[in-house]
Structures are given as C-alpha cells and as structure tokens.
C-alpha cells in the first residue's frame, strides 16, 4: 500500500511543472490579445486616456511581463482570481455559483455514456452481427459535430415533436424531478453520444483480448456459460483499463460541455465561457482554463494512481 | 429490455409535454432575454435598461412616440410653464417639479433630496456610471422643498428634459457609500417603479414580483410576477417562444419575424425604431471619401428598395438623415439618393476615377477599393454588407467585407482605423446630433466617426443646442438636416424599426422606439385570460 | 494485433474513395460548381432544393452546392494541412522523446502532458478570438492543438524500434543522432503517423466547424463548411437545408477519415474527435 502512496505522490509532484507549463501558456495567450486586456474600456467613450492609465497602474498592467505572471500566478494560487469585467463581481464567485449545473450535466452524462458503453460493448463482443453495426454507429458517432447534433435533435424532440424543452435547466417553478429530468435528455444525449461511441469501441477491443486470454479458455473448458464468461470473467478484467479511459477523456468532456451548453443554454460554467468570450472577460476566460485544466490533471493523476493501485502486475510489485 | 427503454422515454416525454409550457397570465409573465444585465443600477449598466426600468422609475419617460410624459416629475418643465429659466449669464436653471406621494418601497418618502444625491454621485462620478451625459454641464442642485429640484445647468442644454430619465439613486441608502460596491443596491435596486427584484438567479433568470403600494394605486400592476429568464442564443429564444416556454421576446430580429407571424399564441408589435442603418464613410482614412462626388456617386449605386424588401422582409423603411420620423425635428423635405447606377458612374467619372484594366476605378495610379467592416454574429448585417459590395462593384468599386466581434469593434471605430463601417447609432430620444457630426466631435470627443469637417453645419449643431425654445430648434434642426442630406457623409439606409413578439393576450402593450424600451408602461399591460 | 476483418477493409477502400472524390471535388470547385461562389441573387433566395439548385439556396440566393463545394477547399485545406503540421511537431518530439529518454524525454512528455490536460476546444476558441486568425493562421492554431495524440504514440513506437538490432547497430557504427533518427527510426514509425494523421484530419475539420459556430473561425463572407452552418443555425426550423448539407458534409467527411484511421494497431486508444 506504501508503494501507492509513494507513486501517488511522485504522480503529484509531476503535475505542478505541469500545470506551471499550462499557467504560462494561457497567461501568453491572454496577453498577446491585441490592446490587452484593457481593450474592453475603449468601448466606452466616457472611459478618459487617464482612466486607462489608473487602471493600467491598478491591475500592475505597467510591470514587465514576467513580473505581471509572476503576480498574477501567486495570486492565483493564493484564491484571488481578480474580478469580472463585465459584472465586477469576483470571478470565483461566478464560476463556482455554475458549477453545479456543469457537475450535473457532465455527472449524468458520463453516467449514460458508461452505461450505453457497457451495454454496447458487451452485445457487441457477444453477437458477431451486432458488432458490425455498432461498429459503424460508433465511428458515426464519434464522427457527428456536437452541435449540429444538438440542433437537429432540438428541431426535431423539441420544435418539431414537442416531446422535450429545447433548452435550460428547469422551467421556471418546476421543482418536480420530472421537469428537472425532461431539461437533461436532450443535453444529456449529446454530450454523452460521443463519448458512449468512442468508449463502447474502447472495451469491445479489451474485452475481444481479454477473451482470448488463458483463463477465459480455461473457464471455456470448464463448460461456464458464454454469458457468465463474457459477463464475469472477461468484463471484470477489461473493467479496470475502462474506467481509466473514462478519466483520461475529462478534457475531452470539458470541450463537449462548452459547446452542449451553449447549444441548449445549460447555465453552467461552459455557458460562462461562451459569454466571457464574447465580452472578452480575460479574468473570467484565464481561470476557466486554469481550473479546467487542473480538473483534467486531477482526474488523470486518479486514473494514473487507480491503474497502479488495481493492476496485479504493479501491486506485485509493491 | 430496449422497448422497455423506448417505453420510459415515450412516457417522460409525454408528461413532460405540458412541464413549463403554462400559457402567459396575470400571475407570471416570462420574458426571453438576449443577456444577462451586469448592474441593475440604471446609471452604471452597458445594455439596455429593460428589467431595471420595471423597478426604478425615471422623472420623465418617452412613450410609444416618443414624446416625453411625466413619471416621478408632477410636469414637464418649459419655457411656458415657468420650469426653465434662461439665466442672463448664459446659464440655464430647470426646475424639477416632483410628483409628491411617492415612495421608495422602502416607505421612504421620494424627494428632491434624491434628485440632488444623484446629480452630485453623478457630477462627482467618483464611480463607474455608463455616462456622464448632460451631468457634466451643472453646477449643482438645490432643493428648496421637498418637493421642488432647481438643477442649474452651466450653460443652456436643450435635452434637460431627459437629464433624469434613468431616475434617481435613494439618497437615504447610498449616502456616503461607494456605489460600485453596493452589491445590495446594484442587484436588488430600491426604485419607486410597480416592480422589485425578488430573486436574481445568475446566469439563468431575474424575478420581478409586485411591489407593496405602488404610488399608481393598489390595482396596478396588474401582472404579478415578471421572469427575464436569459437566452443569449436568438435561435434558442425564438424556438422557445415558439414552444410557449417563453412568452414575451423584446427586439425580434428582423429575420426572425416571419417564423413568428404563423404563431397564434403570438402578437407582433412593431414600432418605428429610433436608430438607423448606415455606412459611416471615414474620410481620414480613406481620403477619396473627403469628395462629394464619390460620396454622392456611392449613394446612387445601392438599391435601397430592393436591400428592403429582399434581406429585410420589407420590415424597415428607408431613410434619409439621422434624425428619424418619430421625431418632432424629423425633416423629411431634404436631399434623396434614388438608386441610379448611370448616375453613379457618372459622378465618379467626373471626380477623375476611371475604370482600370480589372473593372476597378482607379485615379493617380491608385484602386477605388476600401474595407467595410461591421459586427459579426448578425446575419442581416453580413447579408447586407455583401450586398453592397456587389452594387458597389456594379459602379466599378471594390470592397471587402470585414467582420469583427461586438468587442474588438469598438477600438476599431473609437481610434478611427477603418475605411467604413456598416452600423446603426441608438439614439436618445431627444434629437441633438452634435456628437455625430460636429467638426470638433471626431473620437475622442464625441462620435464624428464620418471625420466630417464642415464649418456650416458644426454652427448649425451648436446653436440648436443652445437653443431651448422648441419652434426655433426645429428650425435650426431643419437646416441641420438639409445639409447634412447635401453632404451625404454617411450612407443612410434604413430605420431600424423595432419589433416586439408578446402574448396574444396581452393588452396595454405599445413598444418604444427609443431607450426607453417596451417595459416603460408595464403598469398597463394586463394578460386578459390565460391561454388553453 | 487484430487484423481487419474483410469487411472493414472494403468500408475503408469505400472511405477512401470517398474522400479521394471529395478533395477532387474541392480543387476543381471552380470548374464543376454550378453557380458562382458570391454570385447573389436576391430574387430566389431561401429556395428549397430543385432541380436548378440540388441543395437549395441562402439568406441572398447563393447556390448552396457552390458554396458547399468552395467551403470543402477551406475546411479541408484545415483538416489536411493542419493534419500534416499535427504529424510533423508530433512525430519530431516523440521521435526526440523517445530516442533521447531521461531528461528530454521528461520534459517533453510534461509539455505533452501540459497541452493534453487544457480543454482544446476552450483553448482555441480563446486563441482565436484573440487573434483573429485568417486561413493561415487558423490551420497553425488548430494544427498546434492537435499534435499530442501522435507525439505519444510515437514515442512509443521509437522506443520499441531503438530496442531493436539494427538501431543498435547503426549507433555502435557512430552514426550521429540525426542521421540513425532519420535512417532508421523516422521509416519505422511512419504507419503509425499515418494513421494518427489521418485521425487529425477529422479532428481538425471538427475543431474548424466549432470554432466557426461560434463566430471565431473562418469569416464570411468566404464559405467553410463551419460558418455554413454557423450562418444557418437561425433558420434551423425555416430552411433546414442550410444547415443539413454543411452538416452532412463535415459529418461524411470525418466519418471517412475515422474509418480510415480506426485499425486497433493504432494503440490503446480509440481516436477521439477534438469536439
């Protein structure tokens, strides 16, 4: 067990350059936007050469480069992620007040994705002729832009056939689970679509090598039934190596969950992105990615650990 | 176990069928909204003022009209009535006579004193307000009575009458406070109006509720609850309009409209706008502009009617200056540009720009060729930038079209680097012009963006709005108007009207053509019975 | 590992083929497209499909096949050229990854790790509003977004192939650095690239169509596939053929670079789409 927390903590310890590398590469970015972050006062005429000054001096706007980075990295980790331009609020305040809406959408939809994966993955490595055809709708599925999914499916569920509301978390009022549910299928479906695709494929493969393993033809001889093979042995071994896909793709989750919200205006962090995009609110867009891109190390790092904790071969080791 | 699935879904989708549709009532009114506001403070916010102007109520308002109607004010101050006051040292004094009876809903008696509080925050400006406008020209305020404001202007200022438009701040709960930190006040403003915030949910929606006493009388509002929810996403909101999701869409872009028209639950309502559609010509930039031939020459070449009645669907109608119909300095007798391509050519010629091997007119070794840009994200306005292009390339002039977002094109204007510029201004609805034309108003200074430089009509500006008395300001206006025609500094195309998609059942409802926005008489509307 | 079943590589040559005849089609738009790409014609606009115009027409009575056949020179001049930009940066440091180990194989391999763990599409989507690409630059922004997946995998494959005799050999023999990289390492993983180029070009023509969709990718009035569709999304529900035909063409051709690319020799992982 030692040998896990070891690992763990060297995994760590590997994400800091990391994440400095990722902080560096956003805060050039953000500076490299024509005018600055300041930009956003020559919209206002009223905003005099002096205003821009004090605010230049103000947001430390005047200091070389690396000193700016420096300060703004400092004061990043430290919790101060500096205020909004176009609301003035703090931007933690507003990312964190959105990210229930987002844990939710993504929750779920990872739930769903998990399951039809499963499901898909198990018929298909049962039924030859089902394999064929899941195979081709995976790679279709993989294939569909997102939100041309999300808009055919909203004119045809919602505008078309009214089953379902074309967009928000809730209607207003509607604190029954039902309306709550109705809000999510259709986001839900199209953030999960993808995923369900690539990640059936996924363990169709591990679980067509694990069959071919010694002790699946063992249990074969044994007389075990085709199902409890296919369900128990080689499921369970091909299980773990999942669950570790599914962790990995969290970046690609958090690209599907800006688009998907916008498309169906989920009032998450994703639909904040789209918004300070526009409005070009640096503060808001550089602890966006910041904070995503810590998830998705974090999520690695627990993939990485899960992977060398589970594994027979390391935990031998250890 | 897959029918079994289909089944849920048939089943969910069935109950859900009638979850969030109830159709518009006197209990709930819900409103699609393209944004989100940043501050509900009315003198701090960036966009329009629609939510906020259902609960702070300005001393005056302008109507369906545009005419200016008393709110908080008990009249409108003039010349007749005693309420301005021509000093002998050029200044002038506007005296505020204020409606008494009215209360913050707070209980809180409104008085002059508010009046004055929020000409000194203002004058003061020790914090972020949207615009100084007008402000910046008085001294200070006094406050005789209660009742009674006399703000003294610095020198004569013919749109006082809109100085207090967006209300007054409650002296009793800003005093002595930084109004950009008064998170209370700027998410949940004390007003005077038929309505209060009573839950602002942040990216989703803003719930106005009847306010207690209301200085109209009990009976009024008579709708209960307002919901602005946010759908940035036009196709979101009109999809949602359409599935009874939502009730009310202010500003319905025109290309919208016909999807809306087979609505039943549906009722258009259209207004003249107070804007215009134009072609701002940067004649610094690009110095041919600085010719009236090429100026003129370019005016004959768009086919206005036919930009109107195909990419528009015949909803605008053309015009020919800035001042728009609506208003009472609109001057319709001035110099038109029909649609005449020999013409055109002929002017251009005639300015010595002859057509070059390309088909491009070229003069001093140099092409007739310029950028327009304008905002992306509006399809009508990338539709009728790429039309003008191709009439403008039928005379033998070359344009490329360049789109740039809401916020990287404001630097672009503000600093001058652009050739043209296809827009609309917004107007007040008082019809001083200066700042667009002004010699002396080129950026930063005000918006002369055209960088039109011509002496007769700076003097024209500048006395018509030194001028109080209305007869003699139209006048003077009129004259603006005919030579700003004669000048063709900008190319004028179309007024943007203004189209409000609300209930079937609504009444009382009338639109605003100006900043004012529809909800200015939101104390009338009246949902008459509920839909099916 | 698995070979292909014989129905999968006839769904490949099918692929193939197919997107043979779409970059054909896209260098010869000008000649085998019916109407001129900024030819308006404001009389017959918004016209359903017909016989005269196969797929219909736009807001200012544009030929939608024509604009859907110049739109295939700009998305996939994106795909492929930003494909091939992915597969150099990619294989140049997966190659020095894997070559070099110790301390430039740790460094690069956190760098990679670093640009795999940004949300890519957030990323770009920012690169671009603040640069306000062109063609140009936008086929370098997503190319540069889209070289992490090969640099792994090649990585790999360099260090199984320096194991190898012959590689061995060739540096026992004082072959310098570069030479036994370019003579015997690079040839050997070229399959591999291959594939997870090919892979890159649906992810790049996905990313294209994204950025597009929200308004910071290719500008009108010039056509791609994306801003198509970005254009059309208004009339959604009025005129679904702006939208469908755009859609069905990105959605046709990343299908082809995804059977295409879909051998499980590729490694452990499934192509995953950049959307």
Redesign the interface.
């Known amino acids: 067990m030692s040998g896990v927390l070891s690992f763990a903590a060297r995994r760590a310890l590997q994400v800091v350059p990391l994440l400095l590398i990722v902080s560096l590469l956003i805060f050039a970015l953000v500076h490299a936007a024509?005018?600055g972050p300041l930009?956003?006062y020559?919209?206002?005429?009223?905003v005099?050469?002096e205003d821009i000054e004090r605010l230049r001096g103000q947001m430390g706007l005047d200091q070389p480069l690396p000193a700016q980075y420096v300060a703004w990295l400092r004061a990043f980790v430290a919790g101060d992620w500096g205020y909004s331009y176009?609301?003035?609020r703090p931007v933690m305040d507003?990312l964190l007040?959105?990210v229930p809406?987002t844990l939710q959408l993504v929750g779920i939809s990872t739930l769903v994705a998990v399951i039809a994966a499963i499901v898909v993955g198990l018929l298909s490595s049962a039924h030859r002729g089902f394999d064929r055809a899941t195979t081709i709708a995976a790679v279709a599925g993989i294939s569909l832009p997102v939100f041309w999914l999300g808009?055919v499916l909203?004119l045809v569920?919602?505008?078309a056939?009214?089953?379902?509301?074309?967009?928000?978390?809730?209607?207003?009022?509607?604190t029954d689970w039902?309306?709550r549910?109705?809000h999510l299928?259709l986001p839900a479906t199209v953030l999960a679509a993808a995923h369900a695709a690539a990640w059936s494929r996924y363990l169709r493969t591990s679980m067509q090598q694990a069959l071919r393993e010694p002790f699946i033809t063992g249990a074969r001889s044994r007389g075990v039934s085709e199902r409890r093979i296919i369900t128990r042995h080689a499921l369970r071994n091909a299980l773990l190596p999942f669950v570790t896909v599914v962790l990995l793709d969290a970046s690609m989750m958090a690209s599907g969950a800006v688009v998907t919200e916008?498309?169906?205006?989920w009032?998450?962090v994703g639909?904040?992105f789209t918004?300070a995009l526009?409005?070009?609110d640096y503060t808001v867009l550089m602890a966006f990615l910041m904070c995503g891109s810590v998830a998705v190390a974090v999520l690695n790092l627990v993939a990485d650990v899960a992977v060398h904790a589970l594994d027979p071969r390391t935990r031998g080791e250890s | 176990m897959k029918r079994l699935l289909w089944g849920a879904?048939l089943a969910?989708?069935a109950?859900?069928?009638g979850?969030?549709?109830t159709g518009a009532s006197n209990d709930?009114l819900?409103v699609g909204y393209d944004r989100?506001p940043?501050?509900m403070n009315r003198y701090a916010t960036?966009i329009l003022e629609d939510i906020q102007s259902c609960v702070i109520e300005g001393l005056v308002t302008t109507d369906e009209r545009m005419d200016a109607i008393p709110v908080l004010a008990a009249e409108l101050p003039s010349l007749a009535n005693g309420g301005v006051v021509l000093r002998p040292d050029g200044g002038m004094d506007v005296i505020w006579k204020l409606r008494p009876g009215v209360t913050w809903h707070d209980g809180h008696s409104h008085t002059s004193a508010d009046v004055k509080f929020t000409a000194d925050a203002m004058i003061k400006g020790d914090w972020k307000?949207?615009?100084?406008d007008g402000f910046d020209r008085i001294s200070s305020v006094e406050t005789p009575d209660s009742l009674t404001a006399v703000v003294h202007y610095k020198e004569v200022y013919a749109p006082y009458l809109m100085q207090f438009l967006r209300g007054t701040l409650p002296k009793h709960l800003l005093e002595g406070r930084d109004i950009?930190k008064a998170t209370d006040y700027n998410r949940s403003p004390m007003g005077t109006g038929p309505y209060r915030v009573a839950e602002w949910?942040?990216?989703?929606?803003v719930?106005l509720e009847k306010a207690p006493n209301y200085w109209r009388g009990t009976e009024t509002p008579k709708i209960n609850r307002i919901?602005f929810?946010?759908?940035?996403?036009?196709?979101?909101r009109i999809?949602?309009l359409?599935?009874g999701?939502v009730h009310l869409v202010p500003l319905v872009?025109w290309?919208?409209v016909?999807?809306l028209k087979a609505v039943p639950s549906v009722r258009l309502n259209q207004v003249l706008g107070n804007g215009y559609e134009h072609v701002t010509l940067n004649q610094r930039h690009f110095p041919p502009f600085a010719d009236l031939r090429v100026r003129r020459a370019l005016a004959h070449a768009i086919d206005r009617e036919?930009l109107v009645r195909?990419?528009l669907d015949g909803l605008v109608t053309t015009v020919n200056g800035p001042i728009q119909p609506l208003s009472w300095a609109y001057e319709p007798k001035v110099a038109t540009y029909a649609f005449d391509p020999a013409k055109a050519k002929a002017l251009l010629d005639d300015a010595g720009w002859t057509i070059g091997a390309d088909g491009i007119r070229m003069k001093g070794g140099r092409p007739l060729s310029f950028t327009i840009i304008t905002q992306?994200?509006f399809?009508i306005r990338?539709?009728v930038a790429?039309?003008l292009?191709?009439q403008f390339k039928d005379i033998g002039v070359a344009t490329q079209?360049?789109?740039?977002?809401?916020?990287?094109i404001?630097?672009v204007w503000?600093?001058g680097e652009f050739d043209a510029m296809l827009h609309w201004w917004q107007q007040g609805a008082d019809p001083e012009i200066t700042t667009f034309f002004a010699a002396d108003k080129i950026?930063?200074a005000?918006?002369n963006i055209d960088y039109l430089d011509d002496a007769q009509l700076t003097k024209l500006l500048y006395a018509s709005d030194r001028t109080v008395d209305r007869a003699q300001r139209r006048e003077l206006l009129r004259q603006v108007q005919i030579r700003v025609a004669e000048l063709v500094p900008e190319l004028f195309l179309y007024n943007t009207s203004k189209i409000d998609a609300v209930p079937a059942t609504l009444t009382g409802f009338k639109g605003n053509p100006s900043n004012a926005g529809p909800f200015w008489n939101v104390h009338e509307w009246n949902l008459t019975s509920a839909e099916p | 590992m698995i070979a292909m079943p014989r129905a999968g590589r006839r769904t490949a040559q099918v692929a193939a083929t197919g997107l043979v005849l779409l970059v054909f089609l896209a260098v010869l738009a000008p000649y085998v497209a019916p109407y001129g790409v900024?030819t308006?014609d404001?009389?017959h606009?918004r016209a359903a499909p017909s016989p005269l115009h196969w797929f219909g027409t736009d807001?200012?009575g544009r030929d939608v096949l024509t604009r859907v056949l110049f739109g295939a020179r700009i998305s996939l001049a994106i795909g492929l050229v930003s494909a091939a930009l992915s597969a150099a940066i990619g294989v140049t440091v997966g190659a020095m990854a894997g070559y070099f180990g110790g301390a430039t194989d740790a460094f690069l391999m956190r760098a990679t790790d670093a640009m795999l763990s940004v949300p890519r599409l957030p990323l770009l989507m920012i690169a671009a509003?603040v640069l306000?690409p062109g063609v140009p630059l936008l086929i370098v922004l997503v190319g540069a977004a889209g070289w992490m997946e090969t640099a792994r995998v090649v990585r790999a494959e360099v260090q199984s192939i320096t194991t190898r005799d012959f590689v061995a050999a060739a540096r026992a023999l004082g072959g310098t650095a570069t030479r036994v990289l370019l003579r015997h390492v690079v040839p050997g993983v070229v399959p591999t690239a291959a594939v997870s180029m090919t892979l890159a070009v649906g992810r790049g023509i996905l990313l294209e169509s994204a950025l597009s969709f929200f308004?910071?990718g290719v500008?009108?009035?010039a056509a791609s596939w994306g801003n198509m569709l970005y254009?059309a999304?208004?009339?959604?529900?009025?005129e679904p053929w702006l939208a469908l035909f755009p859609g069905a063409f990105i959605f046709g051709t990343v299908l082809c670079c995804n059977v295409l690319g879909d051998s499980p020799s590729v490694g452990s992982r499934d192509p995953r789409t950049g959307v």
């Open positions: 024509p005018g930009s956003l020559l919209d206002n005429p009223n005099r050469p176009a609301d003035g507003r007040e959105r809406a808009l909203q569920f919602s505008n056939l009214g089953w379902l509301p074309s967009s928000g978390r809730s209607s207003f009022g509607g039902l309306d549910v109705a299928v916008s498309v169906f205006a009032p998450g639909g904040l918004e526009a409005k070009r | 879904a969910l989708a109950c859900s069928k979850a969030g549709r709930l819900i989100e940043d501050t960036h307000p949207e615009s100084t950009d949910k942040t990216g989703e929606y719930l919901l929810r946010f759908l940035s996403n036009t196709t979101t999809n949602q359409k599935a999701e872009p290309d919208k016909r999807e036919l195909t990419i992306a994200g399809a990338e539709n790429q039309a292009q191709k079209v360049k789109l740039l977002d809401g916020t990287s404001s630097p503000f600093s950026p930063p005000g918006r | 900024d308006i404001l009389a606009r807001e200012l509003a306000a308004g910071v500008q009108p009035p254009q999304q208004t009339t959604m529900s009025s």
